[in-house]
């Protein structure tokens, strides 16, 4: 059994900055790619970035390949994201998930078997 716990979500104005985590519960840990989604209100979920087992793969959205950073710790057994420039656009619900598939560097909610129950992060201007 694979849990995920979010943490570091927020109120922030445009410009400012966030970090989140999210700590990663596997056996063994560290047998799964993982990646951060968002989903803000009336839209689909969106892949943010991805990241592959080592931490030597990075995917990211077009809208967010410039100011995000992803990164994982395995000795800590934990995901982060590094969000800075942020922009009312990046209001949404953020979840963390982990994959078992082959295509996880999709970044299609569907390629992912375990998720967190996510961090709220809330931009305004």
């Known amino acids: 059994q694979v849990q995920l716990q979010e943490s570091g979500g927020g109120s922030v104005q445009a410009g400012g900055s966030l970090r989140l985590s999210c700590v990663v519960h596997?056996?063994?840990?560290?047998?799964?790619?993982l990646a951060w989604f968002r989903q803000a209100p009336g839209k689909e979920r969106e892949g943010v970035a991805a990241i592959s087992i080592s931490g030597a793969t990075k995917y990211y959205a077009d809208s967010v390949k410039d100011r995000f950073t992803i990164s994982r710790d395995n000795a800590k057994r934990t995901l982060y994201l590094q969000m800075n420039s942020l922009k009312t656009e990046d209001t949404a619900m953020y979840f963390c998930?982990?994959?078992?598939?082959?295509?996880?560097?999709?970044?299609?909610?569907?390629?992912?078997?375990?998720w967190g129950q996510g961090t709220q992060v809330t931009v305004s201007s």
């Open positions: 596997e056996s063994p840990y560290g047998s799964d790619n």
């Open positions: 998930a982990a994959s078992t598939t082959y295509q996880w560097w999709s970044l299609k909610p569907a390629e992912f078997t375990y």
